[in-house]
């Protein structure tokens, strides 16, 4: 999970630090949540910001770490017509898939608002995590753990990304932003 939180947390933050809208609602939400800045983070604090997990979503939906997920077959299936036998390696690429047309509406534009009536199709194209009874573990911590550390940094710091937003970079099996990512970094006055 190092690798996947810490691309996450980049592409979260370039994503937001790209829209003065959706920045403006993010530090809306901190001051809410955390009573001005004056609350320390808790449990509690961090699972209020929902739209500071939306955020982490659509950043997920549109530059997933990994780029395919592969199960293999237990029982003989047939989908869309095509016979697939037992032993049979499936692979989706969640890069591919969630930025699909007839389920994710503009899939190439980042939009957090798109999670807050989320019900199908997403529920179930969503697969930054995977699915099903072999969907990730982790994914919850790392909701908590990026959230954490994304609302740290923007309570204490004025943060503006300089750079365009990156490509991604496809070149290892987890797929991070190709350098450089560059933020204007100030810390806010105490």
Known sequence: GQHTS?????WTLACIASSKRVMTEVMKEQEETTDGYKEQL???VVTNMQFLENCMKEALRMYPPLIMLMRQTKVPMTIEGYEIPVGTTLV???AASMRCEDVFEKPD??????????TEPY???YIAFGGGLHR??????AFLQVRSILSVL???YDIELVSSLPTIN???MVAGSRPPVTFRVTRKPE
């Not at 810490?6 to 980049?10: E, N």
């Not at 534009?109 to 989320?118: E, G, H, I, L």
């Open 42 to 44: 808790s449990y509690d």
């Open 123 to 125: 529920q179930n194209s």
């Open 6 to 10: 810490s691309i996450t947390s980049t």
């Open 170 to 172: 496809y070149d290892s």
């Open 136 to 141: 990730c573990l982790g994914e919850r911590f």
């Open 154 to 156: 923007l309570r204490d």
């Open 92 to 94: 989706v690429s969640p």
């Open 109 to 118: 534009v980042f939009n957090p608002w798109r999670y807050d009536n989320w």
